[in-house]
């Protein structure tokens, strides 16, 4: 996983809430065996709209998307965070994430950023009003800076290394195989087992 | 806030958490151990492609267990995907599991269906077991008191390379529902009634314990829909403490334990309650005599009524936000506020899913529609959530009765509820779904969605409009 120490961009206002994992990606699109080329999919349902925000050339190239609150609720489908960075997006910011698309994408390097409604608010008239304004993300001081003003955003220390190291998860569990081991050793006889097949 | 002379008492989920404790550090997520691990065509790819590229073995091939459910033909079944994107997502899952040892049950497999029907039906999902899976409706799993909960592609990559997870447990909430339910409901209104009450994002980064007299009278079907629809309150998992209608359901399964180990496990399932000094972070209370049958109106799951109510006005909405989705809502649903639910015309009915795909289902849209006909202008697709459910339900005459009635009868998977296979709504159609999602497209682009029970869709399939049995 790429290090992510800070971004700066600029945003895109998407001014809805429950905006859920099937409105991110549609499950058509689902089908690639691939990590890439997910960005097609991209809020698909939404894109044939001229009025659509990622329509809007104002917001071409913004890399921040700004959203209402309960973001990817519904389906666990990673392909929701591949097809927000296949796209472009580094950084998501809303006033609460659901917990599996949350986990995602702290997992595959896209950060979502909690900030009060209010400031949501304010960051989406900041950006409508000029959609130049530039946005910048702190991981190290977890901050969001923009306009001479700096909000600041919780992250626990352990996430938030994880991504400053761009450590792979896996690699940190494999640290700890001895202690999987001992476990392995200790289970109850009777959990079951898939194989072999049994009918 | 440890109490003199001994510890607090402890939430059904803490104790499963904890006795899959593999590390625990300060400031860190815990490492838990997972006993089953559950896949499937369209979450694993890219994780099996991790492993190739890492190296990595599967660590423990004899707790994984794979099926083909969400991308799958419900007709046709014996012949080659026509698909071509579709038949490759298939196919990459079948070179996986045979890579990497991974048992798998394939279309045309007696044990094929949705994922969350095959492990409690195989008799693999067990009270105080750790299940994941690639699919956010692994909570269903909860009804047997397992903790159970959905992970995305990279966790299902890491619980393939070493059987554990790194998770920071969340908060506990009860969902105490006492009472008798009145006949003509269940337990999907239950659960819908629970969501409208605390909203789609209510649960979340909580696990739920349904718990209280209501839910203790439910068979297992009927307790796996409520967990089912944790995630659709926010949380990730939801789970129901085992008792003798558990012990009951399991035993005689193919994988349930047997002899000396039945005694052992039986014996410490029956631990798996909470005490009664537990302390929950949250309590929320229903009353099971006032609820009736519940239908959803919008395009979240939390939009939801009673059937007898009508389409809310979204100034009735104290909250802006709530405020303006009631509103987009009711512009992608094509509804007027004020107009009564039972008025709302259904195109097309659909039977199935994880969440209402089980022969008791089945059977109790089967008893409403005996003998009579589908609506004109309304079809019914009825989809059994695994082979053996429809074999099952082909034994009793089933198939026949939803034939005659003129539904079609179709091979198990996912089907309509996640419109990923042929199995879609057309752009306006308007569906009555006892599937989990009524979100904008979910069932087909432009399709719109109520989620009803399994009487309520029968009711609805006869009627052409939405309706309950009572109604007939």
């Known amino acids: 996983m790429e290090k992510f120490l800070s971004h700066i961009g600029t945003g895109v206002p998407l001014r809805r809430s429950n905006v859920d994992t099937d409105q991110i990606i549609p499950a058509v699109y689902l089908k690639r065996v691939t990590r890439s080329g997910f960005e097609d999919g991209l809020f698909a349902a939404w894109r ?23 973001f990817g609720t519904g389906s666990s489908r990673e392909h929701a965070v591949w097809a927000l960075q296949n796209y472009g997006f580094k950084v998501v910011i809303s006033a609460r994430f659901a917990d599996i698309f949350r ?97 | 806030m440890k109490r003199l002379g001994g510890r607090m008492g402890r939430t059904l989920a803490e104790k499963v958490w904890e006795d899959h404790v593999v590390r625990s550090a300060s400031g860190e997520p815990d490492l838990l151990y997972i006993d089953l691990h559950l896949i499937h065509e369209v979450t694993s790819p890219q994780a099996f492609d991790g492993l190739r590229l890492s190296g990595r073995k599967v660590r423990r091939p004899e707790l994984t267990l794979a099926t083909e459910d969400h991308n799958v033909p419900t007709l046709d079944i014996e012949k080659p995907i026509a698909d071509p994107v579709s038949r490759l997502q298939v196919d990459t899952l079948r070179k996986n599991c045979a890579e990497f040892g ?151 399964r193919p994988h349930a334990p047997q002899g000396a180990d039945w005694d052992a496990a039986l014996a410490y399932w029956k631990t798996l309650k909470s005490d009664a000094d537990a302390k929950f972070d949250k309590e929320i209370y229903l009353n099971a005599d006032e609820l009736s049958p519940f239908v959803t109106w919008g395009t979240n799951p939390g939009q939801g009524v009673p059937l007898s109510q009508a389409v809310p006005t979204p100034e009735s909405f104290g909250d802006e936000q709530e405020r303006r989705a009631a509103e987009s809502a009711l512009v992608y ?52 959530g695994s082979a053996r459910v429809r074999l099952q339900a082909e034994s009793e005459g089933l198939d026949k009765l939803f034939l005659e009635f003129g539904a079609e009868w179709r091979s198990a998977g996912c089907s309509m509820c996640l419109g990923m296979n042929p199995d879609q709504l057309k752009p306006g159609e308007r569906s009555a779904s006892t599937s989990n999602r009524n979100f904008e497209g979910r069932q087909g682009k432009g399709g719109r969605t109520h989620l009803v029970s399994p009487l309520v869709a029968a009711a609805t399939a006869i009627k052409g409009t939405l309706a309950s049995p009572a109604d007939l």
């Open chain 1, 48 to 70: 044939s709209d001229p009025d659509f925000v990622l329509n809007k050339s104002e917001y071409h190239g913004g890399t921040i998307l700004v959203a209402g609150v309960d």
């Open chain 1, 103 to 199: 986990g995602n994408s702290l997992k595959g390097g896209l950060l979502t950023v909690i900030l009060p409604q209010e400031e949501v608010e304010a960051l989406w008239s900041a950006i409508e009003q000029d959609p130049k304004t530039s946005i910048s993300v702190n991981l190290e001081s977890r901050s969001v800076s923009y306009s001479g003003k700096s909000v600041g955003f919780d992250l626990d220390d352990y996430t938030r290394w994880r991504l400053m190291e761009g450590l792979d998860d896996i690699g940190l569990t494999l640290r700890h195989t001895g202690l999987v081991e001992g476990f392995e050793s200790k289970r109850a006889k009777f959990k079951p087992k898939t194989l072999p097949v049994l009918s």
């Open chain 2, 102 to 252: 991974v048992r798998i049950h394939s279309l045309g497999d007696i044990e094929q269906g949705i994922v969350h029907v095959v492990g409690p039906q195989l008799g693999i999902t067990q009270p105080g077991m750790t299940i994941v899976c690639g699919d956010s409706h692994t909570s269903t799993h909860g009804a047997f008191g397992a903790l159970a909960f959905g992970i995305g592609t990279s966790e299902v990559e890491h619980v393939l390379a070493t059987q554990t997870l790194p998770l920071t447990k969340p908060k506990m909430m009860a969902v105490n529902i006492e009472g008798k339910l009145k006949p003509g409901v269940t337990s999907k209104d239950i659960i819908l009634a629970v969501i409208a009450q605390i909203s789609t994002g209510g649960g979340q980064g909580y696990i739920l314990e349904y718990r209280g007299s209501a839910i203790r009278e439910l068979s297992m079907e009927a307790r796996m829909t409520i967990c089912n629809m944790s995630i659709e309150a926010g949380a990730r998992a939801g789970l129901i403490a085992p008792d003798e209608i558990t012990f009951e359901y399991i035993k005689g």
């Open chain 2, 333 to 384: 649903m094509d509804l007027k506020a004020g107009t009564p639910m039972k008025e709302i015309k259904i195109d097309t009915v659909f039977l199935g899913s994880c969440t209402n795909g089980r022969i008791e289902d089945l059977r109790s849209a089967a008893a409403i529609i005996k003998g009579k006909k589908v609506a004109s202008n309304t079809r019914m697709l009825v989809v059994p």
